[in-house]
């Protein structure tokens, strides 16, 4: 096989970004946009040692889940991968990548149940990051990335965002070039405005537009006062930050920060409990389905009154809160400092008198709990998309807690740390989320019971 073939592929399965996968001459074919069952007639675009690229011309036998995608710019955009699939066969598409990323871990568990799928699979992202560009033929553009690139894809309306959000950014755009701001060149380094970033909370409507500018002297700039006060008459806007970010990396936020209307934070509900949420905290860009989680690891649990449980990598204390009333204590420990601010208010807000957050690495900070002879009977996990590090794993084990909790947004650390962990402990039911339905994301949650001894 060699570029620029033209091939007949039989799709027979589907990959970790949702793209089709074939054999052909003992390689492993990829076809992004093909789907599982599918016969294609593909040009290959990229030969390797191990794998192919192949491009589809031509579809020949269709699936019966293709359908049309409700994006015009769905090809070219890097936000979503799935739309092309029906929403039900997205969901046994990600059911099988868990599958069988636990398979090759060798990892033993009680069951897998099919993903837990939404309602209504659109508008349901509560945050959106949009770069601000400028091309080096001085053409200002916002919109999302292009797939595997840097390349501005302007678009009507994304429908996987929340409309108000997606209709704010593109005023706030205007509104910022109206003003005589450019966007930013990631070429060259100049230009004024990097991102923009708007989060709203799903059952508030509460309002936060972060403005991530690439120079500090634009904190004290005039135009800024004039943005915030034709953005407040816009009632649902509770808080306008600007972000100072010059380094020339991919990181969307930086350090410094100048809040310049209302207390930099907004609130949203997960089930009772209502949550502050800053700039740089995380919270689950999908409320609705993030309850579901949330439920599906209560449930799991099945905690007592008396025990002591350990929230590691809390960000707002979302979990720990939202399960503080059916256990004694809860300890949570967030490296994000804003984020364990919020945590800390979020307690007073719910009236919640039973847990502690703390600032800090878990790899630094959990050795504490032991210093202070602190014993979790269940520790629960919600690692980013890295994992858990060896050193907490180890402490972990080491504390022998009767159940961890697992929730996770990437299978391949969830499997990897899971199979570490079995050497002590039985892992139960594996539920999978769809917390990010179109694109090739998929949230688990488990529970590990401790082995006897
Ligand atoms: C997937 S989020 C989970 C947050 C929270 N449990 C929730 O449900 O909203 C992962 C969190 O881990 C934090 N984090 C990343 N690395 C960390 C580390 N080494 N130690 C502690 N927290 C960390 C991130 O800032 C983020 O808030």
Same mark, same amino acid.
Request: charge should be neutral; aromatic fraction near 8%.
């Given at each position: ?33 093909a ?13 390797? &040692? ?10 020949i ?14 090809k070219r ?21 868990v599958?069988?990323t ?23 992202r ?5 770069? =601000? ?10 919109g ?12 009507e ?47 508030? &409507? ?36 600007l ?31 209502k ?12 409320t ?25 990598? &809390? ?57 202070? &002879?602190?014993?979790?009977? =269940? ?28 929730v ?19 892992v ?14 998929v ?11």
């Amino acid at each position: 096989m060699k570029k620029n073939d033209e091939i007949e592929l039989e799709i027979i399965d589907n990959g970790i970004n949702l793209e089709g996968i074939a054999r052909a001459e003992n390689k492993v074919v990829f076809v992004p946009g093909a789907i599982e069952g599918e016969k294609v007639l593909a040009k290959i675009i990229k030969v390797n &040692s191990s794998y192919c690229i192949g491009k589809i011309e031509n579809i020949i036998e269709r699936s019966p889940d293709r359908v049309e995608p409700f994006c015009s710019v769905y090809k070219r955009c890097g936000g979503c991968s799935g739309q092309h699939i029906r929403y039900k066969k997205q969901l046994d598409i990600k059911r099988e990548l868990v599958k069988n990323t636990l398979a090759k871990q060798k990892v033993e568990y009680k069951a897998l149940d099919s993903v837990i799928g939404m309602g209504i699979p659109l508008t349901y992202r509560n945050k959106a990051q949009y770069p =601000v560009r400028k091309t080096i033929e001085g053409e200002n553009k916002i919109g999302f990335y292009a797939k595997r690139s840097h390349e501005v894809i302007e678009n009507e309306e994304c429908l996987i965002q929340n409309e108000e959000i997606d209709k704010l950014s593109k005023e706030i755009f205007k509104l910022l070039l109206l003003k005589g701001f450019s966007g930013y060149n990631e070429q060259n380094g100049i230009g004024d405005i990097r991102h923009i970033l708007i989060r709203r909370g799903y059952h508030t &409507s509460e309002t936060m537009v972060v403005i991530v500018v690439n120079n500090k002297e634009l904190f004290e700039d005039v135009r800024m006062e004039e943005i915030v006060n034709i953005l407040k008459d816009n009632d649902s806007i509770k808080t306008i930050v600007l972000n100072l970010n010059s380094s020339r990396t991919n990181e969307i936020l930086g350090k410094e920060e100048k809040i310049i209307y209302g207390n930099g934070y907004i609130t949203d509900f997960v089930g009772k409990y209502k949550y502050y949420i800053s700039s740089k905290s995380f919270f689950q860009v999908n409320t609705v389905q993030a309850e579901v989680l949330y439920n599906e690891l209560k449930k799991k649990l099945k905690l007592k009154k008396d025990d002591i449980l350990f929230d590691l990598y &809390s960000g707002v204390g979302s979990i720990g809160i939202f399960l503080s009333d059916s256990v004694k204590k809860v300890y949570g420990i967030e490296i994000e400092k804003q984020a364990v601010k919020m945590a800390n208010m979020n307690l007073k807000i719910n009236n919640v008198t039973n847990a502690e957050y703390i600032a800090g690495s878990v790899e630094d900070k959990i050795v504490e709990f032991e210093k202070r &002879s602190i014993h979790p009977d =269940v520790i629960v996990v919600d690692p980013p998309r890295k994992g858990l590090d060896l050193e907490s794993i180890e402490y972990i084990i080491k504390f022998r807690p009767k159940k961890i909790g697992y929730v996770s947004c990437n299978p391949a650390t969830f499997a990897r740390d899971l199979k570490l962990l079995s050497q002590y402990y039985l892992v139960g039911t594996i539920t999978p989320v769809d917390l990010f339905p179109n694109s090739e994301h998929v949230e688990c949650v488990t529970v590990l019971t401790l082995k006897n001894d």
